[in-house]
């Protein structure tokens, strides 16, 4: 069965970093395709904030542009999300997202992230 397993959420004050990561676990995996980051603030709707390609195309919403990077190893079917000058906004619970595609499959297969807790407060 495959997981989407996620690290590194905490309380960080306004312009320290954090990174997070996501490992895709599971027998069954043949292929990981698009992997991302989401993130929802308390209220508010859930919003993509990076996503990356296995070739390593990347796109990111523009509150982050410039602060955050998002990079993968396809071998080891992880991604990472490196947020530097965080800010009080950026505060939410961020979501790890992957399309999977198991062995003797056809079809693409959306998996979540539990989700960590991100803070940024002084």
């Known amino acids: 069965q495959v997981q989407l397993v996620e690290s590194g959420g905490g309380l960080v004050k306004p312009g320290e970093s954090l990174r997070l990561s996501c490992a895709a676990t599971g027998s069954s995996i043949f292929s990981v395709n698009i992997m991302g980051w989401y993130r929802q603030a308390p209220g508010k709707q859930r919003e993509l904030v990076a996503s990356i390609t296995r070739g390593g195309s990347t796109n990111y919403v523009d509150a982050v542009t410039g602060r955050f990077a998002i990079s993968r190893d396809n071998a080891k079917n992880t991604v990472w999300l490196q947020m530097n000058s965080l800010e009080p906004e950026d505060t939410a619970v961020y979501y790890c997202?992957?399309?999977?595609?198991?062995?003797?499959?056809?079809?693409?297969?959306?998996?979540w992230g539990q989700g960590t807790q991100v803070t940024v407060s002084s």
């Open positions: 997202h992957a399309y999977v595609k198991d062995w003797g499959q056809s079809l693409w297969e959306e998996h």
